[in-house]
T-cell receptor
């Protein structure tokens, strides 16, 4: 696609429910990143994919968070048993390849998650 | 490990004036890039400008320019001839060898008529 597409744009859920957030990167982009942005805060790194593998998942806050990427394209971030502190905007970005010289990240518009 | 510090939570500037946003960073990488992204109310992160650390020449992009001081680990952004559309949150970021970006806390820029 022309840009990074994320869905849903907004999600309201009840505490304890599971949620799935989807990211469709730019076609041909092999690197994919998930970030979290809490209200009024900067961006917090969650996980990075190169193809279908995740060399760096060091930012996932707990074992309730998981992510996968299939076919080197679409990625899903799953949050199980959501808590109120999970409320944030989840941003996805992709780039042509990993590595310092190649990385201009293009971001999606984000998924705003509200946990009641 | 990388850290990025933006010490100005908010900056206000009048249309057509110039504003400078500060950023300092720390990294153990030998080869890295530095970036400024803007985030308007639409939430879309937009790349403003990037600087390769091994290049001494400061990057420029139309009305946006940087002052890169490698020894001081400083990377400030100057917005010239500010426009109302420049109102946004501005984030400074550095990259590691994987291309992962470490962001600062952001500076809210408000351009007033």
């Amino acid at each position: 696609g022309a840009g990074v597409s994320q869905s849903p744009s907004n999600k309201v859920t009840e505490k304890g429910k599971d949620v799935e957030l989807r990211c469709d990167p730019i076609s041909g982009h092999t690197a994919l990143y998930w970030y979290r942005q809490s209200l009024g805060q900067g961006l917090e790194f969650l996980i990075y994919f190169q193809g279908n593998s995740a060399p760096d998942k060091s930012g996932l806050p707990s074992d309730r968070f998981s992510a996968e990427r299939t076919g080197g394209s679409v990625s899903t971030l799953t949050i199980q048993r959501t808590q109120q502190e999970d409320s944030a905007v989840y941003l996805c970005a992709s780039s042509l390849a990993s590595g310092v010289g190649a990385n201009v990240l293009t971001f999606g518009a984000g998924s705003r998650l509200t946990v009641l | 490990a990388q850290t990025v510090t933006q010490s100005q939570p908010e900056m206000s500037v009048q249309e057509a004036e110039t504003v400078t946003l500060s950023c300092t960073y720390d990294t153990s990488e030998n080869n890295y890039y530095l970036f400024w992204y803007k985030q308007p109310p639409s939430r879309q992160m937009i790349l403003v400008i990037r600087q390769e650390a091994y290049k001494q020449q400061n990057a420029t992009e139309n009305r946006f320019s940087v002052n890169f001081q490698k020894a001081a680990k400083s990377f400030s952004l100057k917005i010239s001839d500010s426009q109302l559309g420049d109102t946004a949150m501005y984030f400074c970021a550095s990259s590691d060898s994987w291309g992962k970006l470490q962001f600062g806390a952001g500076t809210q820029v408000v351009v007033t008529p």
